[in-house]
């Protein structure tokens, strides 16, 4: 139940009455108020503010979207009426943006409205694919078959998600440690090195010593210009990914780094055959399965290709055959694809893709962490290094002052 905030005339005596009901949308806000003799006039949501935080995916995770589209396909599939079934699916929501937009979505289909046409209106929250699988299950009268295969759709895509930043958390942690050991001896260590010196007449710091010197009186009188470029610098190459160019840039990188590279072609892969196998599966024309996976993929390059592919298609080639050259994706999915057009079973052949890339992205994962930390160990290896030499260095130095003095006394 959510809880609405009206605004009613009484017609008895003309006066205006503001109070708050619960109910399940506005519209059942609408009648009990009219059940109390009174006329609404406005009715908002007294979650209003929720409204924004639709707006924003990361209020609604991918599973809740999964829960919500599991429950939704069990109480579909047990017989419940569409309405019914959202209003049972809402009351066990947990999540305040996503119940939200349950209950206007409940109000919109109770208008006339169809269950896509009502997600579409939230798309940061129900993405392209999603509306499209809906709409082909309503269409067809197999929504319940369509949510199911979404529900899955999204627990593989979250899953290689999870997986790539699990191979990066080590290297991250790793980094930070190093930027704060290094921080640490520059600022405190080192002057103190320097301190020590200073009252010997003659004495010089070795060369490393006195960069890294510099450095530090650099790093402690200038703190807050260090900080500050780093935030402007994070902040505009954030802005610059998303713009046109900057995508580009970094969506050729990832497809031709190395390693890397080979890890971003092969969830692309993964992503496209998946996204493709579910879409077929659920009856939607493979000129509309192009442009949504297109989407779906998020890769500007891959996207171009599925663009040419479709116009081919229209000129009556095969999907395979469009697909076959094309360095934007690896040779198996043509192969795939190509199999599948001639038996009839693309939705199958896709599937076995999916799950052939994902294993490969499994692979991958474990190859590159097995790469990244000999290759964090040498690097941590050279700074610890080169800030012992930077603090022995100098007191070396002092002891061999002593001991030719103690020599020379003699």
């Known amino acids: 139940m959510l809880t609405y905030h009206y605004t009613a005339r009484n017609p008895s ?3 205006k009455v503001q109070a708050d009901v619960e109910a399940d ?3 059942a806000a609408a009648k009990l108020i009219r059940k109390e003799g009174l006329v609404p006039i406005d009715i ?4 209003a503010g929720l409204g924004g935080l639709t707006k924003k995916l990361n209020h609604v995770k991918a599973k809740d979207r999964v829960l919500f589209s599991r429950q939704l396909a069990t109480l579909i599939n047990a017989g419940l009426p569409i309405i019914q079934s959202l209003r049972s699916v809402g009351d066990q929501t947990q999540n305040k943006p996503l ?5 206007k979505v409940v109000t919109d289909v109770e208008s006339g409205s169809t269950l896509a046409k009502s997600l579409r209106k939230y798309p940061k929250v129900f993405s392209a694919v999603y509306v499209s699988l809906v709409e082909a299950g309503e269409t067809s009268g197999t929504l319940d078959k369509s949510l199911e295969r979404l529900a899955v759709q999204q627990e593989k895509d979250a899953d290689i998600v999870s997986k790539i930043r699990g191979a990066m958390t080590y290297p991250i942690i790793v980094v930070l440690v190093m930027g704060a050991v290094l921080a640490f001896m520059l600022v405190k260590v080192l002057p103190q090195v320097q301190t020590l010196y200073a009252g010997l007449p ?4 070795p060369f490393i010593t006195t960069i890294l010197l510099s450095l530090s009186h650099f790093v402690t009188k200038f703190w807050w210009v260090v900080i500050l470029l780093i935030v402007v610098g994070v ?3 954030l802005r610059w990914s998303k713009t046109s160019s900057g995508k580009k840039v970094f969506d050729r990188f990832k497809m031709r780094a190395g390693p890397i590279g080979k890890l971003y072609m092969k969830v692309y892969m993964a992503r496209f055959s998946r996204t493709a196998s579910t879409l077929v599966a659920s009856g939607v024309p493979i000129i509309q399965v192009l442009d949504i996976t297109g989407e779906a993929v998020d890769n500007v390059y891959i996207k171009e290709s599925l663009r040419k592919a479709t116009e081919k298609i229209k000129a009556g080639k095969a999907l395979s055959v469009t697909l076959q050259d094309d360095p934007n994706f690896l040779s198996l999915v043509p192969q795939m694809l190509s199999i599948g057009e001639e038996s009839g ?5 896709l599937e076995r893709a999916a799950e052939y890339y994902e294993k490969e992205v499994d692979n991958e994962v474990a190859s590159i962490s097995s790469i990244i930390e000999p290759i964090l160990m040498i690097v941590l290896g050279v700074v610890a290094l080169i800030i012992v030499a930077a603090v022995l260095l100098p007191i070396y130095g002092l002891a061999n002052q002593g001991l030719g003095s ?4 003699v």
């Open 345 to 349: 079973s693309m939705e199958q052949m």
């Open 25 to 27: 949308n506005e519209l």
């Open 44 to 47: 908002k949501s007294a979650d």
């Open 99 to 103: 119940k939200l937009i349950i209950s």
């Open 406 to 409: 103690g020599s020379g006394g």
């Open 235 to 237: 902040i505009a190459l």
């Open 202 to 205: 003659g004495a010089q710091l």
């Open 13 to 15: 005596t003309g006066q």
